[in-house]
Structure formats: structure tokens, C-alpha cells
């Protein structure tokens, strides 16, 4: 996260790789994670964030994406 007071909101970018799965699968988790960073966007601050994947799509759930996506968010707003 590169904190950036002067954009509007949260700006975020993925990187999944093609060992996360096929397109569709990947696809699909990348609209897991918007829809959860959606969710969150009120508690993230301005700034630049790049969010990575690096285990298998086929093995993430909804769930797991917002458990995942909740606690990194937890532990950063701790740090600052």
C-alpha cells in the first residue's frame, strides 16, 4: 500500500498468475476480492494498493477471500 491523500479513494490492482488457475478461475477470484475490498472501501484509506494471489484459485471460497482480505486489512490498520 503506497498511501496517497490526493486520489479520491482506494486504488487497487491484482496480480494473479497463471499458477493461481485457469482464466475463468482466476476471473473469478478477482471478482471475489473486488466485491470484499468493496465491503471494506469506507475503512481503507487514499492510496495505491496491489493485492496478490499466490496459491491456487480453485481452492479459494468466498469465504476464505474475506477471511483472507479481513485479516490483512486488520493487521496493516494495526501498524498505522
Not at 497463471?18 to 465491503?39: D, M
Not at 474475506?66 to 496493516?76: F, H, I, Y
Amino acid at each position: 500500500m503506497v498511501s496517497d491523500p490526493s486520489l479520491d479513494g482506494p486504488q487497487v490492482a491484482f496480480a494473479i498468475g497463471r499458477t493461481a488457475g485457469t482464466a475463468v478461475k482466476r476471473n473469478r477470484v478477482r471478482r471475489q476480492l473486488r466485491e470484499v475490498l468493496r465491503r471494506h472501501s469506507p475503512d481503507l484509506q487514499p492510496g495505491l494498493y496491489l493485492v496478490g494471489l499466490t496459491r491456487p484459485a480453485v481452492d479459494i471460497s468466498y469465504g476464505d477471500v474475506s477471511q483472507s482480505v479481513t485479516g490483512l486489512l486488520s493487521k496493516w490498520s494495526a501498524q498505522n
